[in-house]
């Protein structure tokens, strides 16, 4: 079985930053996206940012220019820095990841539980 953990959400005041780490452990052999979305109150899932098995990244509008997201092969991670925060952006953030667990095997999504994020004075 594969298990994401999220860490990093929390409290922080508007103009500030925050680090958001998802690591992946278990039967793991190749990984294809890696993804943050997120979920604000009374609001549809987002994605928020997305990095491929080839290093390209996409970002929704609205964070573009804050956000980046970044992974570590060797520790099966993903990253989200997350700067200049709104209180828009407050939200659950979820990691999404795309993967194999066997060298020819099907591509297999794996969700972890949400980090929340409030960004407040």
């Known amino acids: 079985q594969v298990q994401l953990v999220e860490s990093g959400g929390g409290l922080v005041q508007p103009g500030g930053s925050l680090r958001l780490s998802c690591a992946a452990s278990?039967?793991?052999?190749?990984?294809?996206?890696m993804v943050w979305y997120r979920q604000a109150p009374g609001k549809e899932r987002e994605l928020v940012a997305r990095?491929?098995?080839?290093?390209?990244?996409n970002f929704v509008d609205s964070v573009k220019g804050r956000f980046t997201i970044s992974r570590d092969t060797a520790k099966n991670t993903v990253y989200l820095q997350m700067n200049s925060l709104k209180p828009e952006d407050t939200a659950v953030y979820f990691c999404?990841?795309?993967?194999?667990?066997?060298?020819?095997?099907?591509?297999?999504?794996?969700w972890g539980k949400g980090t929340l994020v409030t960004v407040s004075s």
């Open positions: 999404n990841v795309q993967l194999r667990k066997t060298l020819f095997g099907s591509l297999v999504d794996y």
């Open positions: 278990g039967s793991i052999s190749s990984f294809n996206a």
């Open positions: 990095i491929t098995s080839g290093g390209t990244t």
